[in-house]
């Protein structure tokens, strides 16, 4: 089994979704960036209009607005602390 990383999206009201991903892929201040198991410990500023993407174990995946806030990488996972964050469709043209 591939390795995974353990993702929590959480906004200021709530904690929005957490469980297994393949790859975290969030726009921040400093450009696009995405995170696989192993990346290196970082935090980045999330830009502003954002959206937040993960991919599922199996391939499907499921996106978030999000505005405000950071994204944190650690040897835990991935957890995204955002201001708000609501449900979005996936396009192809990201």
Same mark, same amino acid.
Request: proline share 6%; glycine share 22%.
């Given at each position: 089994m591939a390795e =995974?990383?353990?993702? =929590?999206l959480v906004?200021? /009201?709530e904690k929005v979704w957490?469980?297994?991903a393949e790859m975290v892929m969030a726009r921040t201040t400093e450009g696009e960036l995405g995170v696989l198991p192993g990346h290196a410990p970082l935090l980045? =500023?999330?830009? /502003?209009?954002?959206?937040?993407?993960?991919k599922l174990?199996?391939? /499907? =995946?499921?996106?978030y607005e999000v505005?405000?806030?950071f994204l944190s990488v650690n040897g835990q996972g991935v957890t995204v602390l955002a201001e708000s964050a609501t449900p979005a469709s996936v396009t192809s043209d990201n």
């Open positions: =995974q990383l353990n993702v =929590q906004a200021v /009201e957490s469980g297994k980045g =500023q999330l830009a /502003e209009p954002g959206r937040v993407r993960i174990p199996g391939g /499907e =995946q499921i996106a505005s405000g806030g």
